[in-house]
């Protein structure tokens, strides 16, 4: 059985997606978490880092992302 591949990284269009949220609100919380985790603005945010943040079950955020 094959596993679906998923990405490594979640972007503002899917912060809009999961909470429902504006775009801007997504973009405004990347850069919480980038602060939070002492990211530089051109890295990454993991889908491991959002969910550790937010306190979503990676999970559900993955299922988001595939659909």
Partial sequence: ???????LCIYPN????ITGKSER????LLQKIRQYF????????????????????KEDVISFLIS
């Fill in 1 to 7: 059985m094959k596993t679906q591949q998923t990405r």
């Fill in 14 to 17: 899917d912060i809009q997606r």
């Fill in 25 to 28: 609100y997504g973009r405004m």
């Fill in 38 to 57: 002492s990211k530089e603005g051109h890295q990454f945010i993991t889908v491991e880092e959002f969910c550790q943040y937010t306190g979503f079950k």
